[in-house]
């Protein structure tokens, strides 16, 4: 399924495929939150929520996840990882701690460090 | 106007309205409470406060103030029914009310970055606003310094940090909202609205100030909570997490059982004690009966239940302010996502442990309204408080008060750990049929803070369970009181015909509607006693049981009652009737508070309707298979 919208905010977004939780853990850029696992820290550095599937209408999940603190430069860190497939993921964000799923988290873009 | 009146404190006609505005969790009911002396529910999760609630004070200057407490939002975009009520009433759409006057923004002192983004979003609203710095003990104590008068400067707005729990920075917060309210009278002109709903460039536009006042005001960002970090290490480690949370839900429930047991035999010996009083002090009559076996045999068999309710209670408040109903709802996500729901349906079906009714409402924090529906739909499936006593009662009368597994189970306890879990595992299958023929579509995701954990406030708790016992009190004392009333009445008129063999009940109004109802249920092993303390249980469970007491107490043929209840129902019932009762109470819709509010929760009819139907169909289904079932296993 592709999402006929945000591809004019995220340019390239129509080209990723749908990420998944056996995503191995990539370091570098062009990583994403839904990938890290226990204990790894990253930076937020963009999103891109053309790569999930999400029943939200188009921009909403990117309005949310802006709201909840996933923004550019927002510094974040796995702490948990729930139970099966470690997900959800409990995510600290600079202040506050956040708990996710790896298919959305796939839509936060960050760098390792 | 003359000029006299300028000297005297003006008391407006309508009172100034202030609206209590935040993210969720960050303390806005703890200061209602602080400012009104009400008692609403604080407790530490995202979503406690669903409906607007409406309170007054006095200020020092001597104007009343009314104060509105709303739900807390991340934004006033709106995701789910309960932020649309804080967006409707701020933004002064909420049935045609006016705006608010003025608002006072909570925010947690020790997570500023999302709290001001809100406040520069509600300062768009050309409103008067005043920041309530919160918590801030937490945030002396995790060494993160903010800088009051600088954030003040940044924001153009007044600071007053407060510590809510305590009152602390209640009676500076007092002394600003005078002062704004001075300065409000003096600028009438308050500027035009100029909130519209952001896009994504302008929340990151918001976040970008946010830093800029950040920079400003915040001396030291402190330490996040490594006490917090280290409980969940366990709490939510995969192998120990969702293990512990059945362990916290077991012992819940062997609790209700085991420390119930001595306040309730107290209770059932002074009932029994006032009865035998009244019943040697009043002569022969009437009046001995509608005061024995009316009153306090109906009204008492419900009272003997408070120590389990409180108990029940008492877990449920001491999780709730913890913080570990949202660590629940994480570690249930997956889980609950095998049959559609979304973790965060967890609490309002928690909620539902001790009454359906708020727990309904708290399933206005589900953004899906699919989601939603599907949560309302299976909630009263969950074993409310109400139901306690009919379980309870059956138990009793029908399981022994042994251990099982070497001591360490009791027999009881296992049974009603059973019926609860036979509660959950419906509710599980009714949602997962909902899912996936009425309630259709993809999961919403999940986006839910996890609050640091906190030591629950003693007397926090026993405010709750005194303000539960008083509830409990005032329901036995009014609703089931009259219901008993009304209830020995139908069963003593009209009297026997002189003659009669049987009890007198055998030919009042009740006992023709028991045995009109009988062959209706007797397919599901009831008998026409049952039939009739159905009837009124209709109002509610626990009154079935309070009817029951009646009904026996009047069929009695001896002058004196032969012992507790239990005792009768044991002497008096099969075993297949009673397991079928338990049955029938796991899923009959006998509660008329549940159905209003999902009514008005779903705003329709039809889900009523839907709602009484399937769960009579299932009740029938479950008692009768568990009648024929128990009967030919046991050769009865
Ligand atoms: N230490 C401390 N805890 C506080 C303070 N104010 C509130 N709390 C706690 O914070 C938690 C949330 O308080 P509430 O008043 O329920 O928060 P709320 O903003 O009404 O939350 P919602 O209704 O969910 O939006 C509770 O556990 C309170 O006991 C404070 O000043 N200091
Ligand atoms: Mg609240």
């Known amino acids: 399924m592709t999402s006929p919208v945000s591809g004019l905010r995220h340019p390239i977004s129509t080209s990723i495929t749908l990420g998944t939780t056996s995503d191995p853990p990539s370091s570098g850029d062009g990583c994403r939150l839904g990938a890290l696992r226990k204990g790894q820290r990253a930076v937020v550095t963009g999103l891109d929520e053309a790569a999930v599937v999400t029943p939200l209408p188009p921009g909403e999940l990117e309005r949310r996840m802006i709201e909840m603190g996933l923004i550019e430069g927002a510094r974040v860190e796995i702490l948990h990882e729930g139970f099966p497939g470690a997900d959800p993921l409990a995510v600290r964000i600079d202040d506050h701690t956040l708990a996710l799923r790896r298919a959305e988290a796939h839509a936060v873009l960050v760098t390792l460090g | ?636």
């Open chain 2, 1 to 636: 106007m003359s000029d006299t009146v300028l000297s005297t404190p003006v008391l407006p006609a309508v009172p100034p309205r202030i609206a209590l505005v935040g993210n969720p969790n960050c303390g806005k009911t703890a200061l209602f409470n602080a400012l009104t002396g009400a008692r609403q529910k604080v407790a530490n999760y995202p979503g406690v406060t669903v409906e607007r609630k409406i309170g007054e004070f006095l200020s020092p200057a001597g104007t009343r103030v009314q104060i509105v407490d709303l739900p807390g939002t991340y934004s006033l975009r709106a995701r789910s029914p309960d932020e649309e009520v804080t967006r409707d009433v701020v933004l002064g759409r909420f049935r045609h009310e006016a705006p608010p006057d003025a608002m006072v923004c909570v925010a947690d002192a020790t997570n500023l970055r999302l709290h001001l983004r809100l406040v520069l979003e509600l300062k768009k609203l050309g409103r008067p606003i005043i920041l309530a710095l919160n918590m801030m003990d937490v945030a002396v104590a995790r060494g993160c310094r903010v800088d009051a008068a600088a954030l003040s400067a940044a924001l153009s707005v007044p600071v007053v940090p407060t510590v809510a729990i305590r009152r602390n920075g209640v009676s500076g917060l007092l002394d600003q909202i005078d002062r704004s309210m001075m300065a409000m009278t003096t600028d009438l002109a308050a500027a035009p609205c100029g909130w519209s709903e952001p896009s994504a460039r302008e929340l990151r536009a918001y976040h970008q100030e946010v830093e800029g006042i950040l920079a400003a005001a915040l001396q030291d960002a402190g330490k996040p909570s490594l006490a917090t970090r280290r409980i969940d290490a366990a709490l939510l480690h995969p192998a120990v997490g969702l293990p512990f949370l059945l362990l916290v839900l077991f012992l819940m429930f062997q609790a209700v059982f085991a420390w119930a047991a001595v306040p309730m035999d107290m209770i059932d010996g002074a009932l029994g004690w006032v009865q035998a009083a009244a019943g040697a002090a009043l002569p022969d009559g009437m009046l001995k009966s509608l005061i024995t076996d009316g009153i306090i045999a109906g009204v008492g068999s419900v009272l003997i239940f408070l120590p389990q309710i409180l108990v029940l209670f008492f877990f449920i408040l001491v999780l709730e302010s913890t913080g570990y109903m949202a660590r629940a709802a994480f570690l249930l996500d997956r889980l609950m996502g095998g049959v559609g729901l979304h973790g965060r349906a967890f609490i309002p079906l928690l909620s539902s442990f001790a009454c359906a009714v708020p727990g309904i409402m708290a399933a206005r924090t589900i953004e899906n309204r699919a989601d939603r529906l599907a949560t309302i739909m299976i909630a009263p499936l969950m074993t409310c408080s109400a139901r306690l006593p009919v379980y309870t009662l059956i138990i009793a009368a029908f399981v022994p008060s042994r251990t099982v597994a070497g001591g360490m189970i009791g027999l009881q306890g296992l049974v009603m750990f059973t019926l609860y879990a036979a509660g959950i595992l419906s509710a599980l299958a009714v949602a997962f049929v909902l899912k996936r023929t009425i309630f259709k579509g993809a999961r919403e995701p999940l986006l839910m803070e996890l609050p640091s954990y906190r030591l629950p406030s003693p007397r926090d708790i026993l405010l709750g369970l005194l303000e539960r016992t008083r509830i409990f009190l005032a329901r036995a004392g009014t609703v089931i009181f009259a219901i008993m009333i009304l209830l020995w009445f139908l069963g003593s008129f009209p009297a026997a015909p002189d003659g009669a063999t049987g009890p007198a009940i055998d030919y009042s109004f009740a006992g023709m509607l028991g045995h009109a109802l009988a062959p209706l249920l007797a397919p599901i092993g009831f008998t026409w006693q049952i039939a009739i303390a159905l009837v009124p249980g209709m109002a509610a469970r626990e009154v079935a049981v309070a009817a029951l007491g009646t009904v026996y107490a009047l069929s009695e043929t001896g002058d004196a009652l032969s012992g507790s209840l239990a005792g009768v129902l044991a002497a008096d019932w099969s075993l297949p009737t009673a397991l079928s009762l338990l049955a029938w109470f796991v899923f009959a819709p006998q509660c008329v508070s549940t159905l209003s509010v999902v009514k008005r929760e779903t705003n329709s009819w039809f889900w009523m309707l839907m709602m009484i139907a399937y769960m009579t169909a299932l009740a029938y289904g479950a008692a009768f298979v568990t009648f024929r079932l128990s009967t030919a296993l046991l050769g009865g």
